[in-house]
């Protein structure tokens, strides 16, 4: 915006006066009013009188116009420097929580580079605010909005006398000229408390938590604009490793947190060229030995012929949203496959908690039943138990769309959660997959026999088929028989595998009896 010239206007009106006092002055040295009236006198037939005084009018009226004009303008320009002050204000600040932004904390860095405070030693420190995205999408902005503005207010009791910015999203920044780091970390404690405590709107109590990372200068950053940069990576590490508490900046964590945004880079790259693509391990009849479906697993392999796990890739796409894009496609092409399978083989596919937070998830999911021409019967959602930590209700009414349509619901992993007992008692699930741990050391471990025993007799109360996962020696599977599981899967029978060859295992029967080793055709 152009600055006013009131200070001109004022310089103009200040030598226009001038002026005008040398003029009259000068006037009357030259006696011109005594030869202006003998002018006047001589003139009469002129009407010189008249006209002198319509000047005079004339001037004094010009004058009261200019007083005036020059007063609207100094109100204008007040009024614009006071838009111009909130213009400023707005663009700097989060509307909702009325903290600093981003560029707010430009706009701070360089005050500090103005005061030639930059070289002073500072602590930062990023709290990324987790669990609010879920209730945000499940309960909507307004809630969201509530929670934010909730936790804004908690982090401005805490961190008196530092500075304080909503850097966007859920993500918070504190700093602080000091060089402290317990008084640091004792704050960084307490903002981790005080946003876990539950929050109350309209009666009813939600709960977040908070990731923590701090980095200092000049330890960690090479100058204050880098603090912000490190205090994130500390706060990405956090979170990868669900760390309650807080972490401070490491080099060698910067680079892995480099690594993880590489292969984001890399990983939407390889969905766009077709390098994901589901994988078919198959699951067993115990009894029978004949397959009686297939666990979809993605596999990511790269143009030299190397995999990357899903357990390295599918929690970094939950956890930069790529999950949705990822299972479509997943699930789009499973279903194809699996279309061409015999009517009575299942496909089982895997569900990311985080998918449920789209409600139109279950109608997208019968959509590409009905384009594929897969019967929803042959269809077999797995979802692990971490899904019902948080919104119990909408997980149950998704799950209940799907089941009405006649797919089936599974709980994989069971055992290693924390939620299942009392979910159990409250959804209605088909069947009941026992993580692969148990599994694994059953037979040596009675402990562990007595939790599967357990798990099957749970599964056969509730009516539910149990299926055990991991099974990679025939002992183990014929115990699991024994004890009433009824179906199993895992490395004795196959790996997961390409569709084409899962199509050729289907006429595969395996044995489940030790002493038979070898799968006939
Ligand atoms: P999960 O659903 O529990 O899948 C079973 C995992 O156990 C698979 O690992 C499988 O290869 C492995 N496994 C099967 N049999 C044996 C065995 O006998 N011994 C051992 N040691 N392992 C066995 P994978 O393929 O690495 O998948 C890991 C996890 O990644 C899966 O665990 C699942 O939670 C997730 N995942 C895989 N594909 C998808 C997907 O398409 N969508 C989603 N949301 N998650 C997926
Ligand atoms: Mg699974
Ligand atoms: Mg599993």
Known sequence: MRPLRVGRATRDAAVLVFIGVFLFAAAWWLELYEKLAAFIDSHEFMQADELFIALLIVGILGFAFGYRRLHDLKVEVAHRRRAERDVSWIAAHDPLTRLPNRIGLKQQVDRLREDGKTGKPHMAMVIDIQGFKHINDLQGNEIGDEILAVIADRLRDIFIGCYLFRLGGDQFYAAQESSITKDWEKLARRAIKKVAEPIEIN?????????????????????????????????????????????????????????????????????????????????????????????????????????????????????????????????????????????????????????????????????????????????????????????????????????????????????????????LSRLRFDKLKIDRSFVSSFLDDARQAMIIRAMIGLGRGLGMKTIAEGIEEASQAETLKLLGCHQGQGFLFSRAVPAEQATSLLQMTWPTRSEDTTATN
């Not at 019968?366 to 594929?372: C, F, M, N, Y």
């Not at 089941?403 to 994989?412: F, M, P, S, Y």
Request: glycine share 6%.
């Open 203 to 423: 009666g009813r109590s939600y709960e977040v938590s908070a990731y923590v990372g701090m980095a200092r200068y000049p330890d960690d950053a090479a100058n204050i604009k880098y603090l912000l940069r490190c205090a994130l990576s500390a706060a990405s590490a956090a979170k990868r490793e669900h760390s309650n508490e807080m972490k401070w900046f490491d080099t060698a964590v910067d680079e892995a947190t480099a690594r993880y945004a590489e292969l984001d880079k890399q990983l939407r790259a390889a969905l766009k060229a077709g390098e994901v693509r589901p994988y078919y391990q198959p699951m067993i009849d115990l009894t029978s030995g004949r397959i009686i479906g297939f666990e979809a697993l993605a596999r990511w392999r790269r143009p030299d012929g190397s995999f990357v796990s899903p357990a390295e890739f599918i929690p970094l796409a939950e956890e930069t949203g790529m999950i949705g894009e990822l299972s479509n496609v997943l699930f789009t092409q499973a279903c194809q496959d699996a279309a061409k399978w015999p009517r009575g083989v299942r496909l089982s596919f895997n569900v990311s908690p985080t998918q449920f937070s789209n409600r139109s998830f279950g109608r997208q999911m019968l959509d590409t039943l009905a384009t594929t021409g897969l019967s929803p019967n042959q269809l077999e959602v797995e979802i692990t138990e971490s899904m019902f930590v948080k919104d119990v209700q909408l997980v149950a009414v998704l799950l209940d769309e799907l089941r009405e349509a006649g797919v089936h619901i599974a709980i994989d992993d069971f055992g290693t959660g924390y939620s299942s007992l009392s979910q």
